[in-house]
């Protein structure tokens, strides 16, 4: 009976009739951080601190810009400030993680080689060991090969597509190339973007519109210029201001070998910095409202109250609005959200064509591709793995893709974004052991056309009474070096104000 | 004898199909990618086909004759077919095209015969029943033959000896015809006697078949493989051919017994011989335990210390009696300590320090091995060695690969050391280079051990010595995060294939 049973059950299973399984891949969502935001947003009751202290400086925002500019003022002498994290882990987009195969980013994963004018970039290097007597640490340097495109069938080394293109388009490639560095050349691209930046039409025009006007139609081209806008500022070329869009290829210089990176991303330079400013930092601090009291400013937390001379404010720019008395609504600021993904392999897949590389990237992918964690590691053979997966959503309005991030399901996401990478790995979904799905409702600041040269960005550079604003958003869009350049300015400013300058 | 007639149209085709098999099959084995050469050979075979078709109408008189010789020739064609093919992969440039000329040739004899045989039966059996029974004999033949290549032919016979076995029911064909047709053929004496000698030669070859199918099947290992095996890091496989071992790693020839004392002796003795002090010795890659069997020849060495990626490699080396023989059981000797385990990552968590080091990695065909040849793996290997310590790196070869060469040389000096470059003569490999590294001024020494094969007093200087043609040439240094070292490598390599 029972074995009549089995072969009845066996009996589709012999023909092949089972449904065609997968195997099992475990995770979840990781470090949401919706709740606390929609609490602040919605003027949800917080608990009233027990205690009042007082404090020359509270700094807010534990991301990169609020811990230079802790790094600064602790550098310079200056101890009687706090930092205030509303998250468990500081670092913001260089938070970080770790597993038993590898360390890896959950955002910001490298910083370009600090050209020789970034002084002050070049000197938290120096401190941090990276940088000696004007040599950078080759093993901080990314390793070969850098960069490679998943192009007609095939990975081919680096990501412009040049496999398949044609004379017309490598003339185009050419153009382009003499084009930026003739903006190169005006001296107005720079790093940080304040320093060089001059009121341009061309901040009036989206990258899109501009590579028309300028009689540029290979579409190899113009897939690169949108792969470049959607990777760093995660909004399409037609939703990004010309102006930011040259920025991206005109603020450095081409033959710049780097980027420095590490397994773990930016989360090294934070964690370093979060270890040297241990003394100041409060996590799990949610700075839910700013007063003015006097000519002092009351920053409250459900633990604490300070009572401080000033205020750094690190925090994304449009979250004032909600917390600090008398800040206007930053509604021209527009953030991209993003869904970044650790995958852990625990066999390589298949692939056809070059190396594995440091940024793998899918032509005609919605998805911006992976970078593979152990790529930095010493090691000649790599049989396990971590793939940190980006997605920023950049084919919807912000607020859309906020709606789609919160909707689907981790299983949804997982299957999208294995479907996405099985187009150059037919295996993927038998080498993912697990993978943790972040998500971040405004991951970075979108540069839309007019927003750079526009009076709202620049009424936010200056202080708002003794509050001092220090976002890399300022700038328009997030990178380290306008992280650290906003938190260092803003720091200085502060002590100016306090009498410690 | 019409059954007898349709028999021999389901062999026919049966050889036909099996030809075209054998050559999409074997082509996927050499060249890979299945699709394009199963895609690319059954059209070119149909459309050859089609050309043999179209050809049969110039055909007029004395049609079995005709019949009989171009079975004949299919037999012989196909027949070798496979046989052909392998020797065109091993010995020649040219495997492609010999490739398709093969098929073409093989479809257009075989689009032929059955439009011959269709009107040498015309007159025995009604049109409508003809063109039925032809085409039912043909699809039928067709349909078994390709239900037996998978499942008999390529597991029991190999591909050689399939196709000449099909070639033999060629030639079988053509001699029966030669009875069932006898009153249509004027001189069958002639044929059938060029029926045997086809026969003779197939049979014959199907004797040898065995040397280029063992050939074919350890996929193109031109000796006898004793010993293959996957390890989680690389394909291991040892080969012999009468005296003569030979070890490849993912088919790279690491060495011949008959000539690797050549390679180990110039690896080890310049350096080694010129440091009467040494006591401590690491030896990094070299798990066949070689390198190890010439550094035990110094009775000051106290401890050889073997980094090796792939622990199946040093036991294998430890415990097989033919390759433990080789390195005359070096392996097992209590001076050596194996470790097991990644060189560079080896080397950057421990401080130990040596007063002779060997860098004897695979040639930098990966960006992954690569690494092994950067600037910043040897600053790191000069941090473990001695003050008057010295480090010897196997480097390609100046003369085939001479900027790689170079740009190892180049990378040994950007690490801060002193680099004294050498080559030699390896008659596997042709010649092979060597970069000595020091901290300080380094002469190559004045003695040697007692027992060296190939070096002496005397020509140990002359290793220093390069030739015009493998004179230094500027070449950058190789770092971790450009790797010019192996895209030069690979294009050095790639114009000595071409």
């Known amino acids: ?501 | 004898m019409s059954i007898a007639l349709f028999l021999s149209v389901f062999i026919i085709a049966a050889c036909g199909l099996v030809y075209e098999l054998i050559a999409g099959t074997l082509a996927s084995y050499l060249l890979g990618d299945t699709v394009f050469q199963f895609s690319t050979i059954i059209g070119c075979y149909l459309f050859a086909m089609g050309i043999g078709s179209y050809l049969s109408r110039f055909l007029h008189r004395g049609l079995v004759a005709r019949f009989v010789s171009i079975e004949l020739m299919v037999g012989v064609v196909g027949g070798f077919s496979s046989s052909m093919l392998f020797l065109a992969f091993a010995y020649t440039q040219a495997f492609r095209f010999i490739l398709y000329a093969v098929v073409i040739l093989v479809g257009t004899l075989v689009g032929l015969e059955i439009p011959l045989l269709m009107r040498i039966l015309k007159e025995r059996f009604h049109f409508r029943e003809l063109v039925s029974h032809v085409l039912t004999f043909d699809y039928l033949g067709a349909l078994g033959v390709s239900l037996l290549f998978p499942i008999l032919l390529v597991p029991r016979l190999g591909l050689v000896r399939s196709a000449l076995v099909f070639g033999i029911f060629n030639a079988g064909v053509a001699l029966w015809s030669t009875w069932l047709f006898r009153e249509q053929i004027a001189r069958t004496r002639g044929l059938r006697a060029g029926c045997l000698i086809v026969i003779s030669l197939l049979g014959g070859a199907t004797v040898f078949a065995d040397r280029i199918s063992s050939a074919a099947d350890t996929n193109l290992y031109a000796d006898e493989v004793i010993f293959s095996r996957d390890t989680p890091y690389q394909r291991i496989v040892l080969t012999k051919w009468k005296d003569d071992l030979r070890l490849f790693l993912n088919s790279h020839l690491q060495f011949s017994s008959r000539d690797e004392y050549r390679y180990h002796e110039a690896l080890v003795h310049p350096g080694l011989a010129s440091l009467p002090g040494a006591h401590t010795v690491l030896v990094m890659g070299g798990g066949d335990g070689l390198a190890v069997r010439e550094i035990l020849k110094y009775p000051n060495v106290q401890s050889v210390t073997l980094v090796d990626l792939d622990a199946e490699m040093t036991h294998l080396f430890s415990t097989h009696p033919v390759m433990s023989a080789l390195n005359q059981h070096s392996l097992t000797q209590p001076r050596v300590h194996i470790i097991n385990t990644d060189a560079f990552r080896w080397l950057d968590g421990n401080t130990d320090q040596f007063d002779f080091i060997v860098a004897d990695f695979p040639d930098p065909t990966s960006y992954a091995l690569g690494k092994l040849f950067t600037t910043a793996f040897y600053r790191l290997a000069a941090k473990h060695l001695s003050r008057n310590g010295v480090m010897v790196v196997q480097s390609t070869s100046p003369l085939f690969a001479r900027r790689s060469y170079w740009c190892i040389v180049e990378s040994v000096k950007q690490a801060g050391l002193h680099t004294y470059p050498y080559h030699v003569y390896v008659p596997s490999f042709g010649e092979w280079g060597y970069v000595i590294g020091t901290h300080d001024d380094w002469q190559p020494p004045q003695q040697l051990p007692s027992g060296l094969r190939f070096l002496s007093t005397a020509n140990v200087k002359e290793l220093f010595v390069f030739p015009v043609d493998m004179a230094a040439v500027p070449s950058e240094a190789n770092h971790l995060n450009n790797q010019i070292l192996v895209r030069y490598y690979e294009q050095e390599w790639k114009d000595v294939a071409h």
């Open chain 1, 1 to 501: 009976m029972s074995s009549r049973r089995g072969f009845l059950l066996g009996a589709p299973g012999l023909i092949g009739l089972w449904r065609k399984t997968d195997r099992t891949i475990t995770g979840g969502f990781v470090n949401d951080s919706f709740p606390a935001g929609h609490r602040l947003r919605d003027h949800s009751a917080f608990a009233a601190p027990k205690q009042q202290l007082r404090v020359p400086l509270v700094i807010i925002g534990g991301g990169m810009a609020g811990l230079n500019a802790a790094w600064y003022l602790d550098k310079r002498g200056f101890h009687d400030f706090v930092l205030l994290e509303m998250e468990k882990q500081a670092g913001g987009n260089s938070r970080s993680g770790e597993n038993e195969v590898s360390r890896y980013p959950w955002a910001a994963h490298y910083v370009p080689v600090p050209a020789k004018g970034e002084s002050v970039a070049r000197e938290l290097f120096e401190e941090l060991g990276v940088y000696r007597d004007g040599v950078w640490d080759e093993r901080v340097l990314c390793f070969d090969p850098q960069e490679r495109l998943f192009i007609n069938g095939h990975w081919q080394e680096g990501i412009e597509p040049h496999d398949s293109a044609t004379a017309a388009d490598r003339a185009q490639y050419r153009r382009f190339n003499d084009k930026i560095a003739n903006f190169r050349a005006t001296g107005q691209f720079t790093i940080p973007m304040e320093r060089g930046a001059r009121t341009s039409p061309l901040d009036k025009i989206s990258i899109a519109d501009w590579l028309t006007q300028q009689r540029y139609d290979s579409p190899y081209l113009r897939w690169y210029v949108n792969y470049a806008c959607r990777d760093d500022y995660g909004a399409l070329a037609k939703d990004t201001s010309a102006w930011a869009g040259i920025q991206y290829f005109a603020s450095r210089e081409p033959e710049d070998k780097g980027p420095l990176t590490w397994p773990e991303g930016n989360g090294w330079v934070a964690a370093r910095l979060i270890e040297k400013l241990r003394r100041y930092l409060r996590t799990d601090a949610v700075a839910y409202r700013v007063e003015r009291a006097g000519t002092k400013l009351r920053v409250l937390t459900e633990r604490t109250e300070y009572l401080a001379d000033a205020v750094i404010w690190a925090a994304p720019t449009f979250l004032a609005h909600y917390i600090l008395e008398g800040a206007p609504a930053a509604d021209r600021f527009e953030y991209s959200p993003w869904l970044t993904a650790n995958l852990t392999l625990d066999r390589m897949p298949d692939q056809r064509g070059a190396e594995l590389a440091w940024d793998n990237v899918i032509y005609n992918s919605p998805t911006l591709g992976y970078v593979d964690a152990r790529h930095m590691s010493l090691d000649t053979h790599i049989d396990k793995t971590v793939w940190t997966f980006y997605w920023s959503l950049a084919e919807y309005p912000p607020a859309q893709a906020r709606q789609l991030l919160l909707s689907r399901t981790w299983s949804d996401w997982k299957d999208a974004i294995l479907n996405d990478l099985a187009r150059a790995h037919p295996d993927i979904h038998q080498c993912v052991a697990h993978m943790d799905i972040m998500r971040i409702g405004h991951a970075m600041a979108r540069p839309t056309p007019g927003f750079i040269f526009s009076e709202e960005r620049t009424r936010w550079l200056h202080p708002l009474g003794n509050v001092y604003f220090a976002n890399s958003d300022l700038s328009g869009f997030s990178i380290f070096e306008e992280a650290q350049y906003r938190g260092v300015e803003a720091a200085r400013a502060a002590l100016k104000r306090i009498g410690r300058g």
